[in-house]
């Protein structure tokens, strides 16, 4: 599988703003769709947001509408979460991870077309 680094990670006070990358050397994100999710402690794993390619279609959970964008930097091989207004909840170990199929139904990220491994995450922790 392939391999995604996330970083941008932080701490942040009630309202403030974070900006993560998610980026790889092995592969060019181009070709793939990216999806950020995160996990909170005691908590399962969810889904944030989703960019397709190449439309660059995106999908977002209710939980973060209106305050988080996802973009992707073809030419950097990236893919951001830009983060504002952070609230408490939002407190998370953020991942990335790449798909092959994308869907316009619910989060868009087809879970069961992930070809990347989870990995280390980037910590966020909002105070408030």
């Known amino acids: 599988q392939l391999q995604v680094v996330e970083s941008g990670g932080g701490l942040v006070q009630l309202g403030g703003s974070l900006k993560l990358s998610c980026t790889t050397s092995e592969f060019r994100f181009n070709n793939y769709h990216v999806g950020w999710f995160r996990q909170a402690p005691g908590k399962e794993r969810e889904g944030v947001s989703c960019?397709?390619?190449?439309?660059?279609?995106?999908t977002y959970a209710d939980s973060v509408k209106g305050r988080f964008t996802i973009v992707r930097d073809n030419a950097k091989n990236t893919v951001y979460l830009q983060m504002s207004n952070l609230k408490p909840e939002d407190t998370a170990v953020y991942y990335c991870a790449v798909y092959t199929v994308f869907t316009r139904d619910g989060f868009g990220c087809d879970y069961s077309t992930r070809v990347s491994n989870w990995g280390q995450g980037t910590q966020v922790v909002v105070s408030s």
């Open positions: 960019i397709n390619t190449p439309d660059r279609y995106t």
